[in-house]
């Protein structure tokens, strides 16, 4: 049951015919784990939160620094050398103090990944590096947590959601790169509005998924922002992959 107080402030999502009170209820009930506080993060953990969600567990290993502002909006030029998940708590604490906000500083690994899986019902990739949306997608699929993956670089993104019961996983359209890209690689060029798109629509699909609505399940939507494209390719569930038990 909703409160008066939710009732008044997600009013505006409550009448529409799509999600209505139940549809409410059930996004305040949702927690939703976020790997990475950055460009992908910072819309993608705003719009969460101002949703209403129930709880918010964000990690991120990193401090603020001035080249992040141009794209990670939950920063200002007051948080530059501070770490940046105690930063975005305090951000996200002011716009919706009735969502439960965990932030963890660490460094996203096979092991340290496990301690934070626990009542999760998504898991989001906000990283910036294949290496953890590989991690992410074979954890989610371990775990059968449903899991919304991202990537951007440029004028261009791409994202995808799975559903380890029912549908493709990322490592069925990418398979799994041999080796590590060398850490000595530069960084990516960005427009800061790429991540901005791409991370909202990655909490827009954690808030269908949960709402049963059409979503990114076995489909990848490409972005292409130059040409303001968006095309979604279908992808089949790989019977060799680790989401079919291999
Ligand atoms: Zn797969």
Redesign the pocket.
Known sequence: MLTEDQRKRYSRQIISPLIGEKGQEIISSLRVLQIGAGGLGSPCSLYLIASGIKELTIIDDDIVSISNLQRQILYNETHVGKVKVEMAKQVLSNLNSEVQINAYKDFIDENSIKKYLKNQDFIIDCSDNMKTKFLVNKVA?ENKIKAVIAGIKDFYGQIITVNPQKS?????IFPEPESEPSKTEGPLPVIGVTPGILGTLEALEVIKTALNLPNLENNLLMVNLIDMSFSKIEVL??EN????GK
């Open positions: 699929v493709a996983c990322y490592q069925c569930k790989n992959c680790i989401c079919s």
